[in-house]
Structure formats: C-alpha cells, structure tokens
C-alpha cells in the first residue's frame, strides 16, 4: 500500500509564493524518484520537477528560477517551494513517487490570480 498525502496548495496573487509538501507513505529505502506535475484543463499533465534520492533535479523550463524541490529521505517527503507565481502556473498540482512502479496523490489546486 502506498499513500501519498499533498498540502499546501491554494489560491495566491500573481508574484507570490506557495510551498507544496507530499509526504509518502512507504520505506524510504524503497523511494527512487520524488517529483511534482501539473495539468491545466484540457491539457496534459506535464512535470514541473523531481528529484532522484541522490538529489539530482530536473526542471520544467516554463519553472527554471522560479521553483526549487526539495527532499527529507527520512521523513519520504518531497517540497516544490514556488515563488514568483504567474497566472499560467494555475493547474493541479499531483505528487508522484518513483519505487517499482510510479504512484500519484490526489492532486491539489494551485490557482493564482492576475
């Protein structure tokens, strides 16, 4: 069983921060790759960052300077901290974990407003 908890999402203005965690439920040994994706209506869902357990990041160009993941092995735990929001970045937000297979959150909606 593998339980993936998402918070802090919301609604914020254009130029402000929000800090997203996801806590997951599972070894800590287990966990490969900790990542966060997006997708707006009508459009896929696309990557916006991850991180191997190595601390290796990849981000989506459309965030490069805006956004920083993060992670706490320990606690399984991933952030994506995101600053400067623009009213394009407005999607839910879905958690992934990487371990034998690839497993999702709920998802949590970021809205920010011009």
């Known amino acids: 069983q593998v339980q993936l908890v998402e918070s ?50 990849v981000y989506a160009d459309s965030v490069k300077g805006r956004c920083v993941i993060s992670r706490d092995n320990a606690k399984t735990t991933v952030y994506l901290r995101m600053d400067s929001l623009k009213p394009e970045d407005t999607a839910v937000y879905y958690c992934m974990v990487r371990t034998w297979g690839d497993y999702w959150g709920q998802g949590t909606q970021v809205t920010v407003s011009s």
């Open 8 to 57: 802090g999402g919301g609604l914020v203005q254009a130029g402000g921060s929000l800090r997203l965690s996801c806590v997951a439920s599972v070894s800590a040994v287990s966990i490969n790759t900790m990542g966060w994706y997006r997708q707006a209506p009508g459009k896929q869902r696309d990557l916006v960052a991850s991180i191997t357990r190595a601390g290796t990041t």
